[in-house]
T-cell receptor
């Protein structure tokens, strides 16, 4: 899961296994959540999103689960591949100054072992 | 353009110098966002623009930081009298309109202050 601090949590999985990355968010009023993947030297890349009126959403090989009761978000990656190795961030949408901004977690490093 | 473009990709400068970072959003995107990412950390929101207007500047770390956007397109983030703690990756994102999701990110400018 994610935590505040200088050292990224790391999840190591075998190629072909399923991965589950967890995230706790802070604002119960957040209406939208998003997962990004960031490879070294690159900007965050959108993976999947979910609105607060849903509890599950599926994409290609990825599923996001939202539990508003405990303010918990998870990203499941099926049949993890070496190309999935990256840092994964969850973010929540928060209203600010008449607009909105994304507040990001610290991130989880996913390492896929061959 | 096809994606968000940022320049320079890397910038090394001496403490006390001013730097200017540039962001070219996706064509037609009216909302533009700046974030900062320190080593091993998540993304920290700095400022957003809707058109040429920045309604919320509260995320800027100090008065040495400023940003502008002209013509509803290119934005520049300026850091005056740089300090070593300003070293980070500065990321820009854009979306069709403020509040639209997801935000699409550029690959960032890696700023190193000596």
């Amino acid at each position: 899961g994610e935590s505040v601090g200088l050292h990224l949590p790391t999840l190591s999985v075998q190629e072909g296994d399923n991965s589950i990355i967890n995230c706790a968010y802070s604002n119960s009023a957040s209406d939208y959540f998003i997962w990004y993947k960031q490879e070294s030297g690159k900007g965050p890349q959108f993976i999947i999103d979910i609105r607060s009126n849903m509890d599950k959403r599926q994409g290609q090989r990825v599923t996001v689960l939202l539990n508003k009761t405990v303010k918990h978000l998870s990203l499941q990656i099926a049949a993890t591949q070496p190309g999935d190795s990256a840092v994964y961030f969850c973010a929540e949408n928060i209203l600010t100054g008449g607009g909105n901004k994304l507040t990001f977690g610290t991130g989880t490093q996913l390492k896929v072992e061959l | 353009g096809a994606g968000v473009s940022q320049s320079p990709s890397n910038k090394v400068t001496e403490k006390g110098k001013d730097v200017e970072l540039r962001c070219d959003p996706i064509s037609g995107h009216t909302a533009l966002y700046w974030y900062r990412q320190s080593l091993g950390q998540g993304l920290e929101f700095l400022i957003y623009f809707q058109g040429n207007s920045a309604p919320d500047k509260s995320g800027l770390p100090s008065d040495r930081f400023s940003a502008e956007r002209t013509g509803g397109s290119v934005s520049t983030l300026t850091i005056q009298r740089t300090q070593q703690e300003d070293s980070a990756v500065y990321l820009c994102a854009s979306s069709l309109r403020q509040g639209d999701q997801p935000q699409h990110f550029g690959d960032g400018t890696r700023l190193s202050i000596l």
